[in-house]
C-alpha cells in the first residue's frame, strides 16, 4: 500500500475511535511536554550562565601568571610534570613583550592590584585595588554603569565597584535582604573625593623626604643591589563610576572593588608582593608582575593563546576554563532532566502499545477482511505502525506546544516574582527550534517502536479465525 | 466482457486441482480432521457446488482455494501454481488478484461507504487514484448500486451490501470467485437476486464460481456441478443442469 493511503487510512482509523485514540494521544503530548519542558529549562539555565559570563567581560581575556606564584589556577600543570614551580620563569617585562607579540594578542598588561586603604569623608576602608587599561572601556561590565569611565589613561579617577559603594555609604546589606539598585547609589558618590593610602617602593639612590621611613637596603636584600625604600603616600581620586557588575567576577576572593587607569597606577609605583622576590632573585634591573592580563582579539583564540602562552612557561586561566566545567556541568544536567522528562514519555508509549493492542483485538475482523481481499502482512502491519506513528507525530506537536506554554506561564511567573524583588526580568526558559524537531521526532520515533508489537501481532492474525470472530 | 453464449461451457483446462488435501487442527486434546484426504479438480468457469451439512469441512476446502490456510499436507493447485508452496507475501498477492471472495456475513468493512469497500482491494494493489474511482464505480454500477455509492454498508439491505461484496470481489478481475454461503443471511427474493448475479458473472466473465452451500435447491437451480462432502471426505461428486433462465424481473433491473 502507498503512503498516501496508508496515511489515509489511518488517520480514518484514529478518528473511528476517537476519544480512545485522543487520550493516548494526549498521554503522549504530557510525556513530550515533559521532556520539552525539562530539557529547555537546562537549555535556558545554560544561556542564562552563559549570559553573566560574557557580561563579565572576560571571555577575550587570559590571565598569565608564573608559576612561581603561588596562586596556580591549574593543578593539573603540576601532575603533568611540569617543571617545578622554583626552576619555572619569572613574568618580566621581556615575557610581556613576548606574550604581546603572539598573534591574536590585542593586548598584555600587567595587573597591578593590591590591598590598600581608602578613606571616605575620614573613615578608613581596606579594600582590594587593581589598575585597568584604556581598552577595558568596551568591556561589558560596565554597561550599566553609573557615571562615566575614566577621563583619561593617567588621570586621578576611580570607579568603584557596586558592593564597595555600598560600603562607603554604610548600606552593606544583609543577605537575605533586598538588593541596592546602583541608581540610588551614584548621586551621593559621584564627582566625591577618595584618598587612597598606599606603600610606595622606591629606589634608595633617590633623595625623597621620607615620612616613615623603612630601609630595606639595611637587611640581607641589600647585597643584591636592587635594594629601595617603602614610603607611605596619599593619593586623591575622583569617583567618576559605579560599576554595577563585577568586572573581575573570575578571580574570587582577590577581585578588586576598586579601580584606577593603568598608566596612573604604575607611575604610583605601589609596592607589590611580588615586589620581595625580584629582590631575592637575579631579574636584570626588569620589573617583574604578579600576573598579566592578556587580551585576545576574539574569544575563539582564546584556547590557542593559552597554549602558546603554556608553552612559553607560564600559568594561564581564562573565563574559557570556567566554562569547560560549567558546560560539563549542564551537559550532565540535561542529561538528567532529559531522563526525567522521557520517563513520562516512556509511559506515554505504554499507552500507545495498550490502545494499538485494543485496537486490534476490536479491529480483528476488519484485519481479516482485509487480508481476504488481498491485503498483505506488511500492508496491515505498516497500517498499524502508520496508526502509532500519526499519534507520535500529532503528540509530539502537541506536546511542544504544551512544554512550550508551560515553560512561558513558569518564565511569567517567576519574572513577576524577580519584579517585585526589583531584579531585571530574565529569560531562563529557552525552546531551540532544534529542539522542537527533535521533541517531534523523538515522539515519532518512540510511537514507531511502541507499534513494533501491536503491529507485529496484526500482521500475523490468522485471517480465517479472524473471519470467524463476531 | 460481452457474453459468447448463454450456457458458458467449462473450457477444459483446470482452474483448481486438490490432491490429498488434508487440513486438521488440534481441538483441545482431540485432533478434528476438517478436511482429510480431499481430491477434486475444477476446470476453468465450471459453477460448482460445495454441499454438506455444517462441520463437513466445506468452508475449510474454501479456504484453502482461497490462500486463507494452509493445508496440514496434500496441495492446492491453482492455474498451475501450488499455493502450499508459495510465500505468505506471495499469497497475499494471489488473493488480490486471482482470487474474489463473497461471505455469508458481507464482511464490508462498516466504517467505509460502500465505494471506499470497493475500493480497498485496489488500494493494496497500488493503483492509482482516479483509475480506482473509475473502476470501483463502474463495479457498483454493474451491481446496480450507482446511486448509493457513498452509503455506508449500514444504511443498506442485506442485499444490497452483498451486492457490495460482489462489488469488491469483482475489481480486480479475478479468475475464481469464491462464495461461502452467499445467501445464508438473505430471505429467498434477495437470495436469487445474487445468485442471478453470480451466474452472471459466471456466464459473461467466464470466472470460475466455487460456492459453498447447505441448500441443496440452490445448488441445483444454479450450478452446472455438485460436490458433497461429508467429515472432509468426497462423498458424491456428480454434474448437474441448472436451471437455465435467468430471472426477468432481475434483468430488467440491472441499469
Same mark, same amino acid.
Given at each position: 500500500?502507498?503512503?498516501?493511503?496508508?496515511?489515509?487510512?489511518?488517520?480514518?482509523?484514529?478518528?473511528?475511535?476517537?476519544?480512545?485514540?485522543?487520550?493516548?494521544?494526549?498521554?503522549?503530548?504530557?510525556?513530550?511536554?515533559?521532556?520539552?519542558?525539562?530539557?529547555?529549562?537546562?537549555?535556558?539555565?545554560?544561556?542564562?550562565?552563559?549570559?553573566?559570563?560574557?557580561?563579565?567581560?572576560?571571555?577575550?581575556?587570559?590571565?598569565?601568571?608564573?608559576?612561581?606564584?603561588?596562586?596556580?589556577?591549574?593543578?593539573?600543570?603540576?601532575?603533568?610534570?611540569?617543571?617545578?614551580?622554583?626552576?619555572?620563569?619569572?613574568?618580566?617585562?621581556?615575557?610581556?613583550?613576548?606574550?604581546?607579540?603572539?598573534?591574536?594578542?590585542?593586548?598584555?598588561?600587567?595587573?597591578?592590584?593590591?590591598?590598600?586603604?581608602?578613606?571616605?569623608?575620614?573613615?578608613?576602608?581596606?579594600?582590594?585595588?587593581?589598575?585597568?587599561?584604556?581598552?577595558?572601556?568596551?568591556?561589558?561590565?560596565?554597561?550599566?554603569?553609573?557615571?562615566?569611565?575614566?577621563?583619561?589613561?593617567?588621570?586621578?579617577?576611580?570607579?568603584?565597584?557596586?558592593?564597595?559603594?555600598?560600603?562607603?555609604?554604610?548600606?552593606?546589606?544583609?543577605?537575605?535582604?533586598?538588593?541596592?539598585?546602583?541608581?540610588?547609589?551614584?548621586?551621593?558618590?559621584?564627582?566625591?573625593?577618595?584618598?587612597?593610602?598606599?606603600?610606595?617602593?622606591?629606589?634608595?639612590?633617590?633623595?625623597?623626604?621620607?615620612?616613615?621611613?623603612?630601609?630595606?637596603?639595611?637587611?640581607?636584600?641589600?647585597?643584591?643591589?636592587?635594594?629601595?625604600?617603602?614610603?607611605?603616600?596619599?593619593?586623591?581620586?575622583?569617583?567618576?563610576?559605579?560599576?554595577?557588575?563585577?568586572?573581575?567576577?573570575?578571580?574570587?576572593?582577590?577581585?578588586?572593588?576598586?579601580?584606577?587607569?593603568?598608566?596612573?597606577?604604575?607611575?604610583?609605583?605601589?609596592?607589590?608582593?611580588?615586589?620581595?622576590?625580584?629582590?631575592?632573585?637575579?631579574?636584570?634591573?626588569?620589573?617583574?608582575?604578579?600576573?598579566?592580563?592578556?587580551?585576545?582579539?576574539?574569544?575563539?583564540?582564546?584556547?590557542?593563546?593559552?597554549?602558546?602562552?603554556?608553552?612559553?612557561?607560564?600559568?594561564?586561566?581564562?573565563?574559557?576554563?570556567?566554562?569547560?566545567?560549567?558546560?560539563?556541568?549542564?551537559?550532565?544536567?540535561?542529561?538528567?532532566?532529559?531522563?526525567?522528562?522521557?520517563?513520562?514519555?516512556?509511559?506515554?508509549?505504554?499507552?500507545?502499545?495498550?490502545?494499538?493492542?485494543?485496537?486490534?483485538?476490536?479491529?480483528?475482523?476488519?484485519?481479516?477482511?482485509?487480508?481476504?481481499?488481498?491485503?498483505?502482512?506488511?500492508?496491515?502491519?505498516?497500517?498499524?505502525?502508520?496508526?502509532?506513528?500519526?499519534?507520535?507525530?500529532?503528540?509530539?506537536?502537541?506536546?511542544?506546544?504544551?512544554?512550550?506554554?508551560?515553560?512561558?506561564?513558569?518564565?511569567?511567573?517567576?519574572?513577576?516574582?524577580?519584579?517585585?524583588?526589583?531584579?531585571?526580568?530574565?529569560?531562563?526558559?529557552?525552546?531551540?527550534?532544534?529542539?522542537?524537531?527533535?521533541?517531534?521526532?523523538?515522539?515519532?520515533?518512540?510511537?514507531?517502536?511502541?507499534?513494533?508489537?501491536?503491529?507485529?501481532?496484526?500482521?500475523?492474525?490468522?485471517?480465517?479465525?479472524?473471519?470467524?470472530?463476531? | 466482457?460481452?457474453?459468447?453464449?448463454?450456457?458458458?461451457?467449462?473450457?477444459?483446462?483446470?482452474?483448481?486441482?486438490?490432491?490429498?488435501?488434508?487440513?486438521?487442527?488440534?481441538?483441545?486434546?482431540?485432533?478434528?480432521?476438517?478436511?482429510?484426504?480431499?481430491?477434486?479438480?475444477?476446470?476453468?468457469?465450471?459453477?460448482?457446488?460445495?454441499?454438506?451439512?455444517?462441520?463437513?469441512?466445506?468452508?475449510?476446502?474454501?479456504?484453502?482455494?482461497?490462500?486463507? +490456510?494452509? $493445508? #496440514?499436507?496434500?496441495?492446492?493447485?491453482?492455474? !498451475?501454481?501450488?499455493?502450499?508452496? @508459495?510465500? %505468505? =507475501?506471495?499469497?497475499?498477492?494471489?488473493?488480490?488478484?486471482?482470487?474474489?471472495?463473497?461471505?455469508?456475513?458481507?464482511?464490508?468493512?462498516?466504517?467505509?461507504?460502500?465505494?471506499?469497500?470497493?475500493?480497498?482491494?485496489?488500494?493494496?494493489?497500488?493503483?492509482?487514484?482516479?483509475?480506482?474511482?473509475?473502476?470501483?464505480?463502474?463495479?457498483?454500477?454493474?451491481?446496480?448500486?450507482?446511486?448509493?455509492?457513498?452509503?455506508?454498508?449500514?444504511?443498506?439491505?442485506?442485499?444490497?451490501?452483498?451486492?457490495?461484496?460482489?462489488?469488491?470481489?469483482?475489481?480486480?478481475?479475478?479468475?475464481?470467485?469464491?462464495? +461461502?454461503? $452467499? #445467501?445464508?443471511?438473505?430471505?429467498?427474493?434477495? !437470495?436469487?437476486?445474487?445468485?442471478? @448475479?453470480? %451466474? =452472471?458473472?459466471?456466464?459473461?466473465?467466464?470466472?470460475?464460481?466455487?460456492?459453498?452451500?447447505?441448500?441443496?435447491?440452490?445448488?441445483?437451480?444454479?450450478?452446472?456441478?455438485?460436490?458433497?462432502?461429508?467429515?472432509?471426505?468426497?462423498?458424491?461428486?456428480?454434474?448437474?443442469?441448472?436451471?437455465?433462465?435467468?430471472?426477468?424481473?432481475?434483468?430488467?433491473?440491472?441499469?
Amino acid at each position: 500500500m502507498k503512503l498516501p493511503d496508508l496515511t489515509e487510512l489511518a488517520l480514518r482509523n484514529l478518528r473511528e475511535s476517537l476519544l480512545r485514540n485522543s487520550l493516548t494521544t494526549v498521554g503522549i503530548s504530557v510525556g513530550v511536554a515533559s521532556l520539552v519542558a525539562m530539557l529547555s529549562l537546562g537549555i535556558g539555565l545554560q544561556q542564562l550562565a552563559s549570559r553573566r559570563l560574557v557580561k563579565s567581560g572576560l571571555f577575550d581575556t587570559v590571565v598569565v601568571t608564573s608559576r612561581r606564584d603561588l596562586r596556580n589556577f591549574n593543578r593539573d600543570d603540576e601532575r603533568n610534570g611540569a617543571p617545578a614551580p622554583a626552576e619555572s620563569r619569572m613574568l618580566s617585562e621581556a615575557s610581556r613583550q613576548e606574550i604581546e607579540r603572539l598573534p591574536g594578542v590585542l593586548e598584555a598588561y600587567p595587573d597591578i592590584r593590591f590591598a590598600t586603604e581608602m578613606r571616605f569623608e575620614d573613615k578608613p576602608h581596606l579594600t582590594m585595588v587593581s589598575a585597568l587599561p584604556a581598552s577595558a572601556k568596551s568591556n561589558d561590565a560596565f554597561e550599566g554603569m553609573q557615571g562615566t569611565f575614566f577621563s583619561s589613561d593617567t588621570a586621578a579617577e576611580a570607579i568603584l565597584q557596586k558592593s564597595f559603594a555600598e560600603e562607603l555609604l554604610g548600606k552593606t546589606p544583609r543577605p537575605g535582604t533586598d538588593e541596592v539598585n546602583v541608581a540610588q547609589l551614584a548621586p551621593p558618590l559621584l564627582g566625591k573625593e577618595l584618598t587612597m593610602r598606599y606603600a610606595q617602593r622606591e629606589e634608595s639612590l633617590s633623595p625623597q623626604p621620607v615620612p616613615k621611613p623603612f630601609d630595606a637596603s639595611a637587611n640581607a636584600f641589600g647585597s643584591m643591589g636592587a635594594a629601595y625604600s617603602v614610603v607611605s603616600r596619599d593619593q586623591k581620586l575622583k569617583i567618576v563610576g559605579i560599576a554595577d557588575l563585577d568586572p573581575e567576577s573570575m578571580r574570587g576572593p582577590t577581585r578588586a572593588k576598586v579601580f584606577l587607569p593603568l598608566k596612573l597606577a604604575e607611575s604610583l609605583h605601589v609596592m607589590q608582593p611580588t615586589d620581595l622576590r625580584e629582590i631575592s632573585s637575579a631579574a636584570g634591573g626588569q620589573p617583574v608582575y604578579s600576573s598579566l592580563s592578556v587580551r585576545v582579539k576574539n574569544p575563539s583564540q582564546v584556547q590557542t593563546i593559552e597554549d602558546a602562552v603554556k608553552k612559553m612557561g607560564f600559568n594561564t586561566f581564562s573565563i574559557l576554563d570556567a566554562t569547560r566545567s560549567l558546560r560539563q556541568f549542564f551537559a550532565v544536567l540535561d542529561l538528567f532532566l532529559g531522563i526525567f522528562g522521557s520517563l513520562a514519555l516512556a509511559v506515554a508509549s505504554i499507552g500507545i502499545v495498550n490502545t494499538l493492542v485494543m485496537a486490534i483485538l476490536e479491529r480483528r475482523r476488519e484485519i481479516g477482511i482485509m487480508k481476504a481481499i488481498g491485503a498483505s502482512d506488511g500492508d496491515v502491519k505498516k497500517l498499524f505502525f502508520a496508526e502509532a506513528g500519526a499519534m507520535g507525530i500529532l503528540g509530539g506537536i502537541v506536546g511542544v506546544a504544551l512544554g512550550w506554554a508551560i515553560g512561558q506561564v513558569i518564565n511569567f511567573a517567576t519574572n513577576i516574582y524577580l519584579k517585585r524583588q526589583a531584579l531585571p526580568p530574565e529569560h531562563f526558559w529557552a525552546v531551540p527550534w532544534w529542539l522542537v524537531v527533535f521533541a517531534v521526532l523523538f515522539a515519532f520515533l518512540v510511537s514507531l517502536v511502541s507499534g513494533l508489537y501491536p503491529a507485529g501481532r496484526a500482521a500475523r492474525l490468522d485471517p480465517v479465525q479472524a473471519l470467524r470472530y463476531e | 466482457m460481452a457474453a459468447s453464449s448463454l450456457i458458458s461451457q467449462p473450457n477444459g483446462s483446470v482452474a483448481v486441482r486438490t490432491e490429498n488435501l488434508q487440513r486438521h487442527y488440534a481441538m483441545g486434546d482431540s485432533l478434528i480432521r476438517a478436511v482429510n484426504g480431499l481430491s477434486i479438480e475444477i476446470r476453468s468457469s465450471e459453477f460448482v457446488a460445495l454441499l454438506g451439512t455444517s462441520g463437513s469441512g466445506k468452508s475449510s476446502v474454501l479456504n484453502l482455494i482461497a490462500g486463507l +490456510d494452509r $493445508p #496440514t499436507s496434500g496441495s492446492v493447485t491453482v492455474h !498451475g501454481k501450488n499455493l502450499a508452496q @508459495l510465500s %505468505r =507475501e506471495e499469497l497475499a498477492r494471489y488473493r488480490r488478484h486471482s482470487v474474489g471472495m463473497v461471505f455469508q456475513s458481507f464482511n464490508l468493512i462498516a466504517t467505509m461507504t460502500i465505494l471506499e469497500n470497493v475500493e480497498l482491494p485496489l488500494r493494496f494493489a497500488e493503483v492509482e487514484r482516479p483509475q480506482r474511482a473509475q473502476q470501483s464505480r463502474e463495479a457498483l454500477e454493474r451491481v446496480g448500486l450507482g446511486p448509493r455509492m457513498n452509503h455506508r454498508p449500514s444504511q443498506l439491505s442485506g442485499g444490497e451490501q452483498q451486492r457490495t461484496a460482489l462489488a469488491r470481489a469483482l475489481i480486480n478481475r479475478p479468475q475464481l470467485l469464491l462464495a +461461502d454461503e $452467499p #445467501t445464508g443471511n438473505l430471505d429467498s427474493r434477495t !437470495g436469487t437476486e445474487i445468485m442471478d @448475479l453470480i %451466474r =452472471e458473472f459466471n456466464r459473461q466473465l467466464g470466472m470460475t464460481v466455487i460456492m459453498v452451500t447447505h441448500e441443496r435447491t440452490l445448488a441445483e437451480r444454479y450450478a452446472q456441478r455438485m460436490i458433497f462432502l461429508a467429515d472432509g471426505e468426497l462423498v458424491e461428486d456428480r454434474s448437474n443442469i441448472p436451471a437455465a433462465v435467468p430471472t426477468p424481473a432481475l434483468q430488467g433491473g440491472l441499469p
